[in-house]
């Protein structure tokens, strides 16, 4: 009963900054992690970053720690991804995740995904 919808993919260039959003809509009664996984043909899904409900605790990939930040506006029932210096690796089909457990980095603990956004990084 609760939907995800991400937003804000596309095509850059490497070295260019991307915003992605995820709205959460239906019945939403707060207290879920929220995450970001990407996947592409060649690899497995993988966990990209992911934030706690109070937006306290936060967890990033070792490939984009530094460069990705995620946030949340729960007012808005909307997670963020802020990506800057985008590599052509990042290119995927990245989808938001959330859960009531809590803050992990495994698919498998999320019941509850969006249809994913495409995100291209090519020169």
């Known amino acids: 009963q609760v939907q995800l919808v991400e937003s804000g993919g596309g095509v850059v260039r490497p070295g260019d900054s991307l915003r992605l959003s995820c709205t959460a809509s239906g019945r939403t009664f707060g207290g879920y992690a929220m995450a970001w996984f990407r996947q592409t043909p060649e690899k497995e899904r993988e966990f990209v970053a992911g934030i706690s409900w109070s937006g306290a605790r936060t967890n990033y990939a070792e490939s984009v720690k530094g460069r990705f930040a995620i946030s949340r506006d729960n007012a808005k029932n909307t997670l963020y991804l802020q990506m800057n210096s985008l590599k052509a690796e990042d290119t995927a089909l990245y989808y938001c995740?959330?859960?009531?457990?809590?803050?992990?980095?495994?698919?498998?603990?999320?019941?509850?995904w969006g249809q994913g956004t495409q995100v291209t990084v090519s020169s």
């Open positions: 995740a959330a859960n009531y457990v809590g803050l992990t980095a495994f698919s498998r603990d999320y019941p509850s």
